[in-house]
């Protein structure tokens, strides 16, 4: 099960587990997003993104950046609730919130090994993936798991 951290816990945990073993540190996953409403497209995916490393780091985006990007009625649930959920997953190690627009800053700080988002991200366009590949790590598209997503689970909701 994993922890909700705040950003210099994070960084804390990080650099103690890579520095454990120095010839052989963990390998780092990082993805994000706002994980609304929890289904199991976010869950095989983030299984899948676990599957690349050691440590799984989930970006999620605050309350105030959801309704930023997805308009003034989401989230549906809050970002204490989301975060729960997604620390309960046995694939996920931490949870660190974050309020901008994109995880730049927070992937930056982060150095992930890999960069993942799912598949209907091209590689080139998800972001952070300039930093990652400079530093010599990996960025994936994960195959997305089709008819699964929290914008037509609401959509379903809306039409009962």
């Not at 052989?24 to 497209?41: A, E, S």
């Not at 309350?63 to 204490?80: C, I, W």
């Not at 729960?84 to 800053?105: E, K, Q």
Request: charged share 25%; net charge positive; hydrophobic share 40%.
């Amino acid at each position: 099960m994993g922890q909700v951290v705040e950003l210099p816990r994070l960084l804390q945990e990080l650099t103690s587990r890579r520095n454990m073993s120095p010839r052989k540190p963990p390998r780092v996953v990082f993805t994000n997003g706002c994980f609304d409403i929890l289904h199991v497209g976010h869950v095989r995916y983030l299984k899948d993104a676990r599957g690349l490393g050691d440590i799984l780091v989930v970006g999620m985006n605050s309350d105030a950046s959801v309704r930023g990007l997805k308009g003034p009625e989401r989230p549906v649930n809050n970002e204490a609730d989301r975060a729960d959920l997604l620390s309960s997953l046995a694939c996920v190690d931490y949870v660190v919130l974050f309020a901008d627009a994109t995880p730049l800053a927070l992937i930056e700080k982060i150095a992930p090994d890999v960069l993942v988002k799912g598949g209907d991200w091209p590689v080139d366009k998800i972001v952070g993936s300039k930093f990652v590949l400079a530093r010599g790590g990996e960025v994936q598209s994960l195959p997305f798991h089709n008819g699964h997503s929290t914008s037509s689970l609401i959509g379903k909701i809306q039409k009962l």
